[in-house]
């Protein structure tokens, strides 16, 4: 006998003793068992091994189980409990989202109060300084030292203005409220000013703008070099001098150099030798009399005369 | 040539659960889990054993595997093919516990070896000694077999088809072919010593 079909492999007469192979390789592999009897001893061989595996499998895993009754009445009681918590659980889950979307609610409310509260600080304190280049009487009504005319008129600037501390500096900056602001934004100007017998006594220190502001610290500088020069010349008594600087600057600025507005809008290109960069607070220039005698110089180019 | 043993013909298909004439059927989830679990019981504990787990171990894990069902049925989840999924379950659960409790798979050792088969009264007893001696081998070979030809083996013996077995251990249906394959050869080897 010929056998013509090519015969079968092991893991096909698997897939065929398991029912796995398709209609048309069923047949044409049973059509080649009833011709092939080595192929046909193979299959039973197989299939006897199935077997025998099965008896293996079901006598020595699973013999030591239980009647199935225990086990049955437990799954009863735990079905039975789990269809009472699935009947509590949509309003568990609902329980679940409405307490996390409180949750996240009030996170949410809790944030923007923060930042507003930021927001606002900064835009106090920024307001309060910006919007306020005259001080705060209540902080700094202004305070003088006891120093005669002829020292004013004698010494240097740098002889007249000393370094405010640190501590000093914060201390100012806490008291109008600035937090957070870059510090060289501000100088912690004296409100009557050393040249004109001005303390360093906190209550004559403010923080004022150096550049954001119209009327800011460059400016003032202008009024009390120009006032400076007015007192030394004995055009403007000291006293009068200290009184309008330190009751309103800018009303003293108008009216002693004729001007609604500041004559030079000051800018740190101007000067010469001008670092404005961090340093002693007269915006960080040097301290020199080539200061006084520089600034005195240029605003009596744009100063009417006294009498004018 | 070997005599068949009454009860299973040579040529009989390995006992397939699932399908059989359709009746009424349960009227809610509760009843249907409770009708599946005396169908597959005992069947899903012996499987899991097979992975080295105590009984105490399997039982629970039946117990997870219904529970797990009563709650995708509750759900609405989809019913096509049952017994695929709860064999899934199940040997994932049955991986999970084995790594918990940190087990070698050493099944020679470790598991209690029966000695209450089923010889059947037909057998002599120099038949019993031979079939006590047969099954000796298989266990040795089914032992030292892969862990994923195990559970090829032991899955088609719960009489899973090769789709739900290769659902069920996440490999191709080609992968189960070659493993039934490979492993059957070794069990026929040692069977015939």
Known sequence: MRYEDPHPSDQDLILLADGELSVGQTLQARDHLAACWECRAKMAEIEDTIVEFVRFHRDNFGARLQPIDGPRALLRAQLAQSAKDASRRPLRRIGTLLNRTRIAYAFAVLVCVVAGAKILSWAGAYKNVYAAPLPNPALTPGATQSISLASICSSTHDQVVRRVPDSVRQQVFREYGIVGAPSKDYEIDHLVTPGLGGSDDIRNLWPEPRYRTTWNSFVKDQLEDHLHHLVCDGQVSLSTAQHEISSDWISAYRKYFHTDEPLLPYSSSMAPSLNVADGPDRGGRPHSGYIWEWRAAAWHRFAPRPGT | ?193
Request: charged share 25%.
């Open chain 2, 1 to 193: 040539m070997r005599t068949t043993p009454s009860g299973l013909t040579a040529a009989a298909a390995l006992p397939l659960v699932a399908g059989g004439p359709r009746s009424a059927g349960p009227s809610t989830p509760e009843a249907e889990v409770i009708l599946l679990f005396d169908q597959f019981r005992y069947r899903l504990a012996r499987y899991i054993t097979g992975f080295g787990l105590s009984t105490n171990d399997a039982e629970e894990i039946v117990q997870e595997v219904f529970l797990s069902l009563f709650r995708h049925l509750q759900l609405g989840r989809s019913r096509q093919n049952l017994r695929g999924w709860i064999f899934r379950v199940a040997h994932n659960l049955a991986l999970k516990q084995r790594y918990a409790n940190k087990r070698s798979l050493e099944l020679a050792k470790d598991m209690e070896w029966s000695s209450t088969f089923d010889f059947g009264l037909e057998r002599s007893p120099e038949e019993q000694v031979l079939s006590l001696q047969r099954r000796q081998r298989l266990m040795a070979v089914f032992t030292c077999l892969p862990e994923q030809d195990r559970c090829c083996l032991q899955l088609r013996a719960e009489g899973l088809r090769y789709r739900e077995i290769a659902r069920v251990l996440g490999v191709s249906l080609g992968t189960v072919a070659a493993s039934l394959s490979r492993s059957l050869e070794r069990l026929a080897r040692a069977d015939t010593r």
